[in-house]
């Protein structure tokens, strides 16, 4: 597609169930990341995916949350047990990994936990 | 934490006027990127800077960044209503290859 594609766009989960936040970057964009804003808040890091590079991983806040990237394109990421402070806009965005590229984002995963 | 300065936090203007917002940080940048985010949108690049001392413009805006690498500035001028939002700074830290560091965001309201 012509942008970044988040889905779900909304997602309301029960506290302690598991949920998947999907995100399709630009075509040809080799970098991915995920970012996470709380209500009202700046962006806070996740995760970032470059090629066939390991991850980094830096970002993730605990080991309920884990992503993917299969075939150097879709990404997925899963939260785990989720928690009521994991309710945040998880916001997906890509590059062409080029040092200093500009990325895109997509218009994000509104997630509340209840 | 957080290695980014954005301010002001908010801003609540008059429809005409200019505006201004800055980021800076105690680390070098190689690149500083300006987003705009629209209520239930991500953000969306406004303005991206490559060199130090670039000044550039995007109709209304017009965006430095500054010589010392490790600030930047965002004007607006002749402000409208669709300007509100939430404006963050951006950049790529130096020896931090390609993730960006995000400011805390500066929240500008326009009253007509």
């Known amino acids: 597609g012509a942008g970044v594609s988040q889905s779900p766009s909304n997602k309301v989960t029960e506290k302690g169930k598991d949920v998947e936040l999907r995100c399709d970057p630009i075509?040809?964009?080799?970098?991915l990341y995920w970012y996470r804003q709380s209500l009202g808040q700046g962006l806070e890091f996740l995760i970032y995916f470059q090629g066939n590079s390991a991850p980094d991983k830096s970002g993730l806040p605990s080991d309920r949350f884990s992503a993917e990237r299969t075939g150097g394109s879709v990404s997925t990421l899963t939260i785990q047990r989720t928690q009521q402070e994991d309710s945040a806009v998880y916001l997906c965005?890509?590059?062409?990994?080029?040092?200093?590229?500009?990325?895109?984002f997509g218009e994000g995963s509104w997630l509340t936990v209840v | 934490g957080q290695q980014l300065n954005q301010s002001p936090q908010s801003m609540f203007i008059q429809e005409g006027e200019d505006v201004s917002m800055n980021c800076t940080s105690s680390?070098?940048?190689?690149?500083w990127l300006w987003y705009k985010q629209d209520p239930g949108e991500g953000p969306v690049l406004l303005i991206a800077l490559y060199k130090a001392g670039e000044l550039t413009s995007n109709g209304r805006l017009t965006a430095q960044f500054g010589i010392t690498r490790k600030d930047s500035f965002l004007n607006i001028s002749a402000s409208i209503p669709s300007d509100v939002g939430i404006y963050f700074c951006?950049?790529?830290?130096?020896?931090?290859?390609?993730?960006?560091?995000f400011g805390g965001g500066t929240r500008l309201m326009v009253k007509p």
């Open positions: 951006a950049g790529h830290l130096n020896n931090a290859g390609n993730m960006l560091t």
């Open positions: 680390s070098i940048f190689n690149t």
């Open positions: 965005a890509s590059s062409t990994g080029d040092i200093g590229n500009t990325i895109y």
């Open positions: 075509s040809g964009h080799t970098a």
